[in-house]
């Protein structure tokens, strides 16, 4: 079982940075794949970034390739987003989702089997 708790969203200004932090909890954390998405208000949730286990092995959307950095702590049992050069249509509810793989650098884009609750990103214009 793993549970997941997303924070650091906010609002900000256009061109301006934020962190997105996805702490977990439960021991088949380091074991997962976690991922982050976002929905935009009157839109369809869609990928942003994935990260393996091990955090060897990244993906990220080609909307956000270059601005946004998925990294993780398995120490600290926590996923970050680094999100730079932000944009107002980056404005979205963001959630971070785990699936538990076979493989530590194994990449899960779907079918992911905990979610968090969300946080909230408003870039101003």
């Known amino acids: 079982q793993v549970q997941l708790v997303e924070s650091g969203g906010g609002l900000v200004q256009a061109g301006a940075s934020l962190r997105l932090s996805c702490a977990a909890s439960g021991r088949a954390f380091s074991s997962s794949s976690v991922a982050w998405f976002r929905q935009a208000p009157g839109k369809e949730r869609e990928f942003v970034a994935a990260i393996s286990g091990s955090g060897r092995n990244t993906n990220h959307a080609d909307s956000v390739k270059g601005r946004f950095t998925i990294s993780r702590d398995n120490a600290k049992n926590t996923v970050y987003l680094q999100m730079n050069s932000l944009k107002p249509e980056d404005t979205a509810v963001y959630y971070c989702?785990?699936?538990?793989?076979?493989?530590?650098?194994?990449?899960?884009?779907?079918?992911?089997?905990?979610w968090g609750k969300g946080t909230l990103v408003t870039v101003s214009s």
């Open positions: 989702a785990a699936k538990i793989t076979s493989y530590s650098d194994t990449l899960a884009f779907g079918g992911m089997h905990y």
